[in-house]
């Protein structure tokens, strides 16, 4: 059985959030075995219920029965749809079946053929206008379009008289928090690292709409005293905060010294030359983060991406394979083609036997992103003095490329 929370987190507005345990790769690629939270909210009016979202569809049976001890799923009137993607409306289906199609549903205007196509539901449906007011009971629901946050259609509801916003994916994270709320600075320090690892695997591609988004909020007069997101942790006590992360992540703020390496080896030449950076990476008062995929271990992709993308500087080392870059290297570096803006120092280490035609290709591929190459090492087979000297000098320059 899950774990479950239902809660009334605001006067009337209550908290339906499960906790999945089950999904190994989120979105069928990104590895997240620290799990994922999924929530939903229901406002209770004076003039019927509203429902916000729902739940990934193995949760279905969950998810209905626990609605149903809140409300009596005939009282829902309407349904707001913030976001089409299955992971927040695989219970749709059964809940329109449940409530015999009665409640409207409302979303942007792409949501309708979006449920349809996904879900072959054609329920009554609303199409709001971007900054559109309505009025249920004694709340007013404000309907802001934050397209590519995450997909074109995805709108956040702002329930104007209480000041909560209901944000679906944006300020959402990975993991399974101890808590609803935001209120253990222990949990939010454990919870950030997973909000940055969702928004550049999951939202990457569409980094420049965040800010874009952010200033649209804002202009909009959304202050909102509670941020309640699709995923994870609410937000009350620290808003600014979650606010921050977003704006940072978009100009791809860096950690002030966090360098990361990345490697791939499959005989463990690569892994030598590696080895020697790290050494003199330590000597000068740096501890790298590593990922690595080798004959023995295969680091998390997903947190690859994460730890790259505010890290101030990258060591990337591969081999030649078949006349390229190892695979894997080339399935991350199409990765971060896709998720992260490339501005940053690299070095890059490579081993070949009959020709370098990883280092060559690496550099082209890396320069042509917009990253600054300082320094390549190619080495021949086996390590020798001569490598490692180059080593040495290339972190020399690398460390130089560092804020003070
Ligand atoms: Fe949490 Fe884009 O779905």
Sequence with gaps: ???????????????????????????????????????????????????????????????????????????????????????????????????????????????????????????????????????VGEEILKFVYVPWLHWPETIVTYLEKTGVLISCDVFGGYSIPKEIFDEDPEVVRNYIPYVRKYMVNVIGHYRDFVIKGLNKLRDSGIQPKIIAPGHGLLWRKEINRIIREYSRWDIQESIKGKVTIVYTSMY?????????????????????????????????????????????????????????????????????????????????????????????????????????VVSAVSIHGTLDQTSIEKIKGGISLLLKELSS
């Excluded at 908290?15 to 939903?40: M, Q, S």
């Design 1 to 135: 059985m899950p774990s479950i929370y239902v809660k009334e987190v605001h006067n009337n507005l209550f908290l339906l959030r499960v906790d999945d345990h089950i999904t190994k790769y989120f979105e069928g690629i990104w590895k997240i075995p620290e799990g994922i939270a999924y929530n939903a909210y229901l406002l209770k009016t004076e003039n019927g219920c509203v429902l916000f979202d729902g739940w990934k569809a193995d949760f279905t049976e969950e998810f209905l029965n626990e609605l149903s001890t809140i409300t009596d799923l005939d009282n829902i009137k309407y349904v707001v749809i913030n976001h089409a993607e299955p992971d927040h409306t695989g219970t749709l289906k059964s809940l329109l079946k449940e409530t015999k199609y009665k409640p409207l549903v409302i979303g942007h205007p792409m949501t309708k053929s979006l449920i349809k196509a996904l879900h072959g539901v054609e329920p009554k449906f609303r199409a709001v206008k971007d900054g559109e007011e309505m009025s």
């Design 268 to 372: 463990g030449y690569v892994e030598n030359a590696i080895k020697e950076a790290i050494s003199e990476l330590k000597k000068q008062g740096v501890n790298p983060v590593i990922h690595k995929f080798t004959d023995k271990y295969r680091s998390n992709v997903g947190d690859v991406l994460s730890d790259l993308d505010d890290s101030e500087a990258i060591i990337i080392g591969t081999a030649t394979y078949e006349a390229g870059i190892y695979p894997i290297m080339k399935y991350i570096l199409t990765l971060v083609k896709e998720k992260m803006k490339g501005n940053k120092p690299v070095m890059i280490i490579t081993t070949y036997g009959w020709g370098d035609i990883a280092g060559r290709s690496l550099r082209t591929e890396l320069e042509d992103l917009g990253f600054k």
